[in-house]
Structure formats: C-alpha cells, structure tokens
C-alpha cells in the first residue's frame, strides 16, 4: 500500500509538473499574411512569444474581409488548445464564434481592429490617425479650395470609418464621431473609393476619380499600399506634381515614400507593440488566470518630409528609426 501511495503520488506530482512546464499556446489572427503591417505583427508576436516560452499558432485571411477563414482559424486554434487568441477582425461575421470560444475559456484580444465582445483592445487610436493627417493636408493646402479623394477601405469597417472621419474632422470639414462606422462625406470629398488597403485596388481607385474630377489636390487613403496606387496614378496621368496625398501606417516602405515624396505625410502606427503586448497579456493569462480588458492605446506619429505651421511633426528619420517598432 505504501509503495502504491508513493507510485501514486510521484506520478501526480510529474502530471503537475509537466501542466506548469507546458508552454501556454497563444493564437494569432491577422486579416491576410501578405499586407506588410500585418507581417510585421507576426514577427512582433514570433519574438515575444519566443522571448516568453509560449508557443504561437498563426492563420490568415485571403483577403481583407474574409471573415470565414477567420472564423475558421478561431476554431482551429481553440480545438488545439489556445487559450489566448489575438485578432485583427476583418468584420462582425467573427462574433458568435468569438462568443463560442469564450465560453470555453479562451480570452480573444482584438489588436488593431475592435469588435463588439472582445476581452481587450490594443491598437491605435485610429480616429486620432485621421485628425492628425487631416491638420496637415489642411495646414499644406493653404488657401486653394479643396477637392478631395477619399480612398477608403470598404464600408462599414470601424477602422476604415474612424481614420475617414477623423482625417475629415481635422481637415475642418463635418464629420461623425469615432463611435460611427457611417463615411462622412461633404461638397469638398469630391470623389472615393474602396480599395481594400491594397497598391492595384487604389490606384484603379484613383483613376476612377481622376476621370470624375481630374483637378483633385487632396487624396486621403486608408494605408501606405492605397497611397502607392495613388500616385502611380496620377503619375500616369502626369498630375502627381503639387497633389497632397496623405495616408495612415508608417511602415518602412511608407517612410521611405513619405522622404521620396510620394507620400505627402503619414500617421505612424506600432503593429509590432499591438503583438508583443497581446502575447504577453496571453502568458499572464496562462500563469496567473487574468485576463486583460479595456483599451490600450498604442500609440501614434505624424511623419512628414515638411513641417508645416500649426502641426507637430516628425521628419522621416525619425519614422525610419521607429518604423512599425524597430526601437
């Protein structure tokens, strides 16, 4: 009996051992694995956990919008043994799955994009994004009348909404709110256009637009890929010279176009940071049973090659030191 107890309690004790020495399993969802800030999101969660002893499940979207394959990723990494799930939400479809894996325990962070019933948010403030880029673009017009293009995400997207209507509000024009997921639109957004955040999209995007109102001076675009179409456009149309375009993203590339002048002025976010942190707050979750909530702000620059008055601005070196979080 004696020897049994002590069989007993030695494998009890190898079971407890081997639960705590069991790397946490964390999952990452991003909205496709092509989109630069999203690739950089990835590295910045690969390190933390590497840095932290988790292991980390990645899956993405085809595309911006594919909710389904999100849908199916939350599934798949709940039924493999995630307890923490990061997600940039590619729309509300991911919701009653979201729900379904709660109940099981799972914590799911949104990063970058919110959705109703997330345990936490870290992202940038993305309505503060536009507002930012709007201040410029309205500071470096100066007089001349404005004709606007807005080159949007697609509808009803929260982030597409609140980087539209804050670029809006800080260009002084009507706007809603950064509650609204509704596109604010006034006699100076004289075109726009969905570009699902990509290069080939926006610059179609842009002609488009050039053939309604070929005397547009502002371009706002929802990222740094919609901007390169953009200009490439209106290079094609030989009207790139004295065109504002503004954009939100600061990635590396970005930067180098905003020095290139491509990109007239750029809000700069930190996608690496929104990873890191959710992958720590999945290794407390882990250990210790806490979860995360409410909003952590992670962050934002206005990045330009030319300061204007009234506008607080960094140049592009500085956007180059801390590109998508390399310092």
């Known amino acids: 009996m004696k020897l049994s107890t002590t069989l007993l309690l030695s494998t009890l004790s190898l079971a407890t051992s081997a639960a705590f020495a069991a790397e946490p399993i964390i999952g990452l ?19 933390e956990a590497k840095k932290a002893g988790a292991k980390l499940m990645s899956a993405a979207g085809k595309k911006d919008g594919d909710t389904a394959s999100q849908i199916t990723a939350l599934e798949n990494m709940a039924a493999a043994g995630a307890k923490t799930i990061l997600i940039t939400s590619t729309g ?3 919701i009653p799955t979201v729900k379904k894996v709660q109940a099981k325990g799972v914590q799911v962070i949104a990063l970058d ?11 940038t403030d993305n ?13 470096a017009l100066g007089a001349k009348p404005a004709k606007i293009a807005m080159l949007d995400l697609f509808p009803g997207h929260p982030v597409g909404a609140q980087r539209h209507n804050g670029f809006m509000t800080g260009f002084g024009l009507k706007a809603n709110d950064a509650k609204s997921n509704e596109l604010s639109s006034t006699a100076e ?13 926006g610059q179609t995007a842009m002609e488009n637009c050039l053939q309604k109102n070929p005397d547009i001076n502002v371009v ?15 290079k094609k149309a030989g009207k790139e010279k004295g065109v504002i375009i503004v ?44 979860k995360a909530s409410g909003y952590v702000d992670t962050g934002v ?27």
Do not use: R
């Open 127 to 139: 309505y503060k994004a536009g507002v930012l880029i709007g201040q410029y673009a309205k500071a």
């Open 247 to 290: 954009s939100v993203d600061g990635g590396c590339q970005g930067i180098k176009d905003t020095a290139a002048g491509v990109i007239t002025a750029t809000s700069q976010q930190y996608p690496l940071k929104m990873a890191s942190m959710g992958v720590a707050a999945g290794v407390e979750y882990a250990k210790s049973g806490k």
């Open 113 to 123: 994009s919110p959705f109703d019933g997330a345990d936490a948010l870290f992202a």
């Open 189 to 201: 957004t004289v075109c726009a256009g969905d570009t699902d955040g990509n290069q080939a999209k």
């Open 220 to 234: 706002y675009t929802i990222n740094e890929p919609a901007a390169a179409g953009a200009y490439n456009a209106l």
């Open 92 to 94: 509300d479809a991911i």
């Open 29 to 47: 969802i991003t909205k496709t694995d092509t989109n630069p800030f999203f690739v950089k999101m990835k590295e910045g969660a690969q390190a």
């Open 301 to 327: 620059t206005l990045i330009a090659a030319k300061t204007v008055a009234g506008v607080d601005s960094k140049d592009t070196k500085v956007g180059m030191d801390l590109c998508w979080g390399n310092k």
